[in-house]
């Protein structure tokens, strides 16, 4: 299968899946995580009309950076944990940082955008399952209710959803009840009208598990192995 093949066969279960819980196909992006990827293998996703790019590594991305200048259309998100230190090479490597996984984080990136004249788009990362060796903020912490209410403090920052990674099961069922309590906080948090916080973007779902997450209200999937094939190296978002 070629990378193409693949994205068809990816775009065809999205189709399926937006059809069964009657959303529209057009609500739910596609996001091709290309850590560990070659950027030969990033620019023929982007011949096949990929937009929209995942990485996990500040140094990873920087290596690769320079080979897929040429690709103008395309945003790349970190979604990996980001260390404070490396807020100023995110801010001048990434169109968006979907991995905010804590306050202090969050204030580094918005002063590091601010002295780089950039306004960045940031999803909230929840640790849904509560799981030590993940990062993200707890789902009814206070750490979370402090982010969406310096909303307005971040002034080069846009708080445009929450992504999560759910527990890993070779069962996508497993994932279903992480899913639909994601969505909950997500209406609920809508619904709470904050300033300078828009909840747009809803990124859950992967390759084993995405048709369940369009099935709970994902607006973004993340999708890398069913694109890229397998990865050589160990899996990581640290
Ligand atoms: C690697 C990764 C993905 C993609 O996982 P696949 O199972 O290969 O689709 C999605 N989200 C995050 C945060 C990742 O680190």
């Not at 609500?27 to 030969?40: C, D, G, H, R, Y």
């Not at 084993?208 to 369009?214: G, N, P, V």
Request: with cysteine.
């Amino acid at each position: 299968m070629t990378i193409r093949e693949n994205i068809a066969r990816v775009r065809k279960r999205i189709q399926a899946a937006a059809s069964r819980a009657r959303r529209d196909p057009k609500k739910i992006e596609l996001m091709a995580v290309s850590k560990t990827v070659s950027a030969a293998s990033i620019c023929e996703a982007y011949e096949a009309d990929i937009r929209l790019f995942g990485e996990n590594r500040v140094q990873e991305f920087t290596a690769k950076a320079a080979a897929l200048r040429d690709l103008t259309q395309a945003r790349w998100h970190m979604i990996g944990h980001l260390q404070t230190n490396k807020a100023g090479s995110a801010i001048a490597l990434f169109d968006g940082v979907d991995s905010i996984d804590s306050l202090r984080l969050a204030r580094k990136l918005n002063a590091a955008a601010m002295q780089a004249e950039k306004k960045l788009p940031v999803l909230i990362e929840i640790n849904i399952g509560g799981e030590q060796a993940k990062s993200g903020v707890a789902l009814d912490s206070e750490e979370l209710n402090q982010l969406l209410s310096i909303g307005p403090e971040l002034t080069n920052l846009e708080i445009r959803g929450l992504m999560a990674l759910p527990p890993y099961s070779d069962d996508p069922e497993q994932s279903r009840p992480y899913f639909r309590r994601m969505r909950e906080k997500f209406d609920e948090i809508s619904n709470q009208r904050l300033p300078a916080v828009r909840m747009d973007v809803l990124s859950i779902g992967m390759s084993h598990d995405f048709e369940i997450a369009i099935e709970e209200g994902a607006t973004r999937i993340r999708v890398g192995t069913a694109i890229f094939g397998e990865r050589k190296s160990v899996r990581s978002t640290a």
